[in-house]
């Protein structure tokens, strides 16, 4: 279902207040079902803290650097290259 919503846009699923420990909502081993399911990566974090917080950025931006590469060459491959004269 969340592919279907967002399409091919890179997501990372962030189960914030790891903080709290044992009150959290949603759980470790659910975070990481989430992150399988969908291809995703998958962080716990605190912004308390700053636990994770970093690391769920980083993953985020090479999701996002992987795409544009991945689009690029698909790009670059489909292309049929343009000859031009010179008006000398």
Do not use: C, W, Y
Request: charged content about 25%; proline content about 2%.
């Amino acid at each position: 279902m969340i592919r279907k919503q967002v399409g091919t846009v890179p997501i990372v699923f962030l189960g914030n207040k790891m903080d709290l420990g044992e009150r959290l909502v949603v759980s470790e081993e659910e975070l990481r079902s989430h992150g399988t399911i969908h291809n995703a990566a998958h962080f716990l974090s605190s912004a308390k803290s700053g636990h994770g917080v970093n690391e769920a950025f980083r993953a985020l931006a090479d999701a996002i650097g992987h795409r544009a590469r991945r689009e690029r060459a698909d790009f670059a491959a489909s292309s049929t290259p343009v000859i031009r004269e010179d008006n000398r």
